[in-house]
């Protein structure tokens, strides 16, 4: 019995009808994190959409399906969504670009070359701590840096590189499912933002929720363009519970069909940190997630286009 339970392919609830070429279109995902998982959640928070007043109008529920732990465990999903912040985590000091060395000394008063930076990994063995431990790990807001998508934690005097991401890896198993949905609407990013503050609050609300910072331990959602091509990779199925693949997702075939060639396009999720020209023909490192978060989808495409260096790890 309990092979067959772990064995089980995605419940497909509300099948994704494709993506949408209508302007000004996006598509944002919403899924529960392992230990947030429930139905008194996940209901409220589709409560919280239905009582919108755009709801049906404006945003429409396309997608909605439970993914089992097993599968996502088998597929490796986890490790391929976080897979740019677990290189750091696992390597740490040695990826960090010249611009990030800069800004990290200018942040924290200290040498970068000298500073005590280690991954998440070793922090584990140096404080000989569990993944859940240095997750739970809290300082003040200056001792904490993120950095083109990664984040550096100043802590009993180490640098901890993605403190968490140990513990995101440890959080999934194969009795634990993830319910994910999309969202489609054409109100922009920061309408569907106002959305989840709501459904914050109303998690609060019903007692869900013990501290703000504790939201992103509960839900994720789609923050820009290219954050919805990782979240439909990851848990975007078909009827057949099978993954469908970027050129599924509504950016990822936008992008497709103005001339982008998908390799070029997995090369750039996989190495988001790059050197854009900015109007005023200056060139600025940026990470094309946290660069692009808010845009439209011709903004986005717009940016991709200023890329004139690529760092590849």
């Known amino acids: 019995m309990k092979a067959e339970t772990f064995n089980r392919s995605p419940q497909v609830l509300v099948p994704y009808p494709g993506p949408?070429?209508?302007?000004?279109?996006?598509?944002?995902?919403?899924?529960?994190?392992?230990?947030?998982?429930?139905?008194?959640?996940?209901?409220?928070?589709?409560?919280?959409?239905?009582?919108?007043?755009?709801?049906?109008?404006?945003?429409?529920?396309?997608?909605?399906?439970?993914?089992?732990?097993?599968?996502?465990?088998?597929?490796?999903?986890?490790?391929?969504?976080?897979?740019?912040?677990?290189?750091?985590?696992?390597?740490?000091?040695?990826?960090?670009?010249?611009?990030?060395?800069?800004?990290?000394?200018?942040w924290f008063g200290e040498p970068f070359e000298s500073a005590p930076v280690i991954g998440a990994f070793e922090a584990l063995r140096v404080f000989k701590m569990r993944p859940e431990e240095l997750f739970d790990v809290w300082v003040d807001e200056a001792e904490l840096l993120t950095l083109r998508g990664q984040t550096v934690k100043r802590y009993r005097g180490?640098?901890?590189?993605?403190?968490?991401?140990?513990?995101?890896?440890?959080?999934?198993?194969?009795?634990?499912?993830?319910?994910?949905?999309?969202?489609?609407?054409?109100?922009?990013?920061?309408?569907?933002?106002?959305?989840?503050?709501?459904?914050?609050?109303?998690?609060a609300e019903r007692g869900f929720l013990e501290h703000k910072r504790h939201v992103r331990r509960l839900f994720h959602y789609s923050r820009g363009p290219f954050q919805e091509i990782v979240d439909g990779c990851c848990y975007l199925c078909g009827v057949d519970g099978e993954l469908l693949g970027l050129e599924h997702t509504s950016f990822g075939c936008y992008l497709l069909s103005n001339g982008m060639h998908e390799q070029d396009l997995r090369r750039l999720l996989t190495h988001p940190i790059a050197l854009f020209e900015g109007e005023d023909g200056e060139l600025r490192e940026r990470n094309i997630f946290q660069h692009t978060a808010g845009d439209s989808y011709p903004e986005a495409l717009a940016k991709l286009r200023g890329i004139r260096a690529q760092y590849l790890r």
């Open 20 to 106: 949408s070429c209508e302007p000004g279109v996006q598509d944002v995902f919403l899924y529960l994190r392992p230990e947030a998982n429930g139905v008194e959640i996940e209901s409220t928070i589709l409560r919280v959409i239905e009582h919108c007043p755009e709801y049906r109008r404006n945003i429409f529920l396309v997608y909605l399906a439970n993914v089992p732990g097993g599968f996502i465990l088998e597929r490796h999903v986890v490790e391929r969504y976080y897979q740019v912040q677990l290189a750091f985590a696992v390597h740490g000091k040695s990826l960090f670009t010249p611009a990030m060395r800069s800004e990290f000394s200018r």
């Open 158 to 203: 180490r640098y901890i590189v993605n403190y968490d991401v140990p513990a995101l890896l440890h959080k999934n198993n194969r009795s634990t499912d993830i319910a994910a949905m999309v969202f489609r609407l054409n109100l922009g990013w920061d309408y569907f933002a106002t959305l989840a503050e709501q459904m914050e609050a109303a998690l």
